[in-house]
């Protein structure tokens, strides 16, 4: 198996650092707001490594925390005059059930940057012991330079960093040594949360949470760290440089990251009006139809364009798929119980090569875009040689194919069972006495449920309407 190593820039061989196990950090999601389609790549993308690396019998320790102490969360609090703890859980459970939907995974370990104040702190004094560190007026900053490898991630130049600093005068950081020190903790200001430290009541910085957090769950050194590449620098290139400095090993070994998501070719934005939540696509699509779409539109180390069109053609895709599944699953219940035909044999070895050709572009840093169209192959061979008068011992075995290739990409092949109409019409009047109940958990609960259901729902003047997706 290669991966492509961002820190040496060409892929490489995959040797774990203890045989049979992956120790894997993910950067999660900032929650003060519902995540957009942007943040769902690499959640989607690094859940599919995983499944990868456990479908080929590596026991994973996933790791992918929740930042919930920040600028925004705070923001958010004091507009709507609650605690920032009340946004951040608010939007966790948001994170949890888009997850859900999407078939991402739960992480081995979630941690919550709030829970894991102590283990800041004892790193931060670590590397103030170790003169990587200062302290200055309640502030501590980490001396970039006494950390000689920084930039080897990212491959800049510390002199040029430097120029780039230099006439840039930043309120509040008067008191640093060098203009390219960072914060890794802060005294609080007015209406901010703060916990007690040596150097004063405050909060942590944003770098040094992974850092710690990667630690404790994981160890010192870990085989892959990933996220999306707008996270390569400055926020990995300062994990690899608190981290290696405080524990003197290199930090990891492979460095992952998906490319950006574009929407209708242009950098996605409030400001351009195509911004996008999961949530809002799903009311459009089925979820499933955005995770196909985000294996099988290019390489996870490419830019993805996200257009009505692309999301149109991945339903289709995503349908002839569940079609086959389908029409397999119906020809068990005629087939006979004899023993597989010659012709048959020969079918189910062809599934065995396919298979192989899976594993293939997978090894080859998880190519799930040629993945999906190795299980294209298996369903038009299935489609052309399995009929009614094929054995319950050939249908079973290609559809096992088909089935669990899927699965390792996360792609649930069992239609849920269609609702009726009187049942809609029921979540639909519980939802609205929800709503005027003002229990807006339970409201959204039912949109969710009718939506993985493939219902949407459009509230307008004249009442809720609903229709198919």
């Known amino acids: ?54 479908y080929k019998g590596y026991e994973v320790n996933y790791v992918s925390n929740f930042t919930d102490v920040d600028d925004k969360i705070i923001k958010k609090a004091n507009e709507e005059g609650v605690d920032p703890a009340v946004i951040s859980e608010r939007f966790i459970s948001a994170v949890k059930e888009d997850m859900e939907h999407l078939n991402v995974k739960p992480a081995t370990t979630h941690p919550k940057a709030t829970e894991e104040i102590d283990g800041m702190i004892d790193m931060i004094q670590t590397l103030i012991d170790k003169r990587h560190a200062y302290e200055k007026n309640g502030t501590v900053y980490f001396r970039t330079r006494s950390f000689k490898p920084y930039g080897k991630l990212s491959k800049k130049n510390i002199d040029d960093l430097e120029a780039g600093h230099r006439d840039i005068k930043v309120a509040g950081e008067e008191d640093k040594e060098d203009p390219l020190d960072f914060v890794l903790w802060k005294p609080k200001k007015e209406g901010e949360p703060a916990w007690q430290s040596p150097w004063s009541d405050g909060r942590p910085g944003w770098h040094i949470e992974c850092s710690v957090m990667s630690k404790k769950y994981l160890g010192d050194q870990i085989d892959i760290h990933a996220g999306g590449e707008d996270l390569i620098f400055p926020h990995h290139e300062n994990e690899i440089a608190q981290s290696e400095a405080c524990n003197d090993k290199e930090f990891a070994k492979y460095w992952l990251h998906n490319g950006f998501l574009n929407i209708d070719n242009k950098k996605m934005s409030k400001s351009e009006g195509n911004f996008f939540t999961v949530r809002e696509i799903g009311e459009k699509y089925p979820y499933e139809v955005l995770r196909f779409f985000m294996l099988s539109g290019a390489h996870y180390r490419m830019p993805l364009n996200f257009s009505r069109e692309l999301m149109e053609a991945a339903k289709n895709g995503l349908e002839r798929i569940l079609n086959a599944v389908d029409h397999l699953e119906r020809l068990k219940e005629q087939a006979n119980e004899s023993g597989m035909t010659e012709e048959e044999k020969a079918v189910v070895e062809k599934m065995a090569k396919l298979n192989e050709k899976f594993d293939v572009a997978m090894d080859d840093d998880f190519n799930t875009a040629d993945a999906v169209s190795v299980i294209f192959e298996m369903v038009k ?13 050939a249908v079973e075995k290609v559809e096992q194919y088909i089935v669990t290739l899927c699965d390792v990409l996360g792609i649930q092949t069992k239609r849920e069972t269609e609702l009726l109409e009187e049942e809609i019409e029921q979540l639909i009047e519980e939802r609205q006495t929800a709503r005027k109940e003002k229990n807006f958990s339970r409201a959204d609960e039912i949109r969710n449920l009718l939506l993985e259901k493939g219902i ?8 809720v309407r609903w229709k198919r997706a």
Request: charged share 30%; aromatic share 10%; proline share 4%.
């Open 1 to 54: 198996m290669k991966v492509y190593n961002t820190l040496t820039r060409k892929k490489e061989e995959f040797v774990p650092l203890e045989e049979g196990k992956v120790k894997m950090y993910v950067c999660g999601p900032t929650v003060y707001n519902y995540i957009h389609i942007g943040n769902a790549r690499p959640m989607i993308i690094f859940d599919t490594v995983r499944r990868y690396f456990e």
């Open 381 to 393: 061979l299935a489609n052309s040689n399995l009929t009614q008068e094929s054995t319950r011992e």
């Open 456 to 463: 949407v729902l459009e509230d307008t003047r004249e009442g």
